[in-house]
């Protein structure tokens, strides 16, 4: 399978993740964000469980732009080790799809 | 990988993401519906950044449901180009992907 | 391709979701989970349409961890046949995949 689009996945605090969402649009790594303004996430971190309220975004991208959305998001991201994760799209509405790639000016 | 069942994005206005949940099981397009009620969508649209708050449907169905579930779709949303995209199942309860089987009528 | 890590989407009723998530990073089955307190969902069940609010958990973890999540969380689950569902990782940030695979003590 030749994947050509994918969703990724970003979680960051609730308070930045509209911002993340716009520079990610404006600068054309992605075509469409969305952003669930609240989610609660539990996780491993240096040795203890952490409990934190942040908001999540999905963006609709083509995958000839990941290395530079990946490398860009860490550079302006607060964490760390900031979970950026890209699913495969299999298929969809080709008129949508086109749609990511002229966004992109792919 | 021979791919069977797939998650299905689309997003749509607020007010109208229950009914087309409805019309997509009652239609049996898809088996499970979940409605995320608001997300904030950024999106470049004619040149302009544009944004709306959205719900988000995911559909669970088989592929084989997945060219009729788009076409069906394409003839109800509001929107000229809706965002129809569907992400591949790699495994998970099998009961319940034998469910989604039998929901469907397969 | 060779498929390493997953998001896993389970959902459950509302009251149980954190729990479930507490479980879940507790055992090591997953290392992060994000919980959308609260969706709708419309689905079929025994001939009738059934519509419930519901949070949705999505957990990242390692496909070598999919078997035995699977198995606890049908164990624990208050439904006779739970969603879960796997979604494969196409890539993303590698520090944040490694960050996974040490999480979960692999």
Same mark, same amino acid.
Do not use: F
């Given at each position: ?5 994918? %969703?990724? +996945? =970003?979680?960051? @605090?609730?308070?930045? #993740? ?5 520079? !990610? %649009? ?10 669930? @303004?609240?989610?609660?996430? !539990? $996780?491993?971190? /240096? #040795?203890? =469980? &952490? ?16 290395? &530079?959305? !990946?490398? &860009?998001? /860490?550079? %302006?991201? @607060? $964490?760390?080790? @900031? &979970?950026? =994760?890209?699913?495969?799209? +299999?298929? #969809?509405?080709?008129? $949508?799809?086109?749609? =990511? ?6």
């Amino acid at each position: 399978m030749d994947w050509k689009h994918v %969703v990724v +996945l =970003i979680t960051i @605090p609730t308070d930045k #993740g509209l911002e993340l969402a716009d520079y !990610i %649009v404006k600068n054309k790594l992605g075509a469409c964000v969305n952003v669930v @303004p609240e989610v609660n996430s !539990i $996780y491993w971190w /240096k #040795g203890n =469980i &952490e409990r934190d309220k942040e908001s999540l975004l999905m963006i609709k991208t083509s995958l000839q732009k990941l290395e &530079e959305l !990946i490398k &860009e998001v /860490k550079s %302006v991201h @607060p $964490y760390t080790v @900031p &979970e950026i =994760i890209a699913l495969p799209i +299999l298929g #969809g509405n080709e008129d $949508y799809l086109r749609w =990511i790639d002229d966004s992109l000016g792919l």
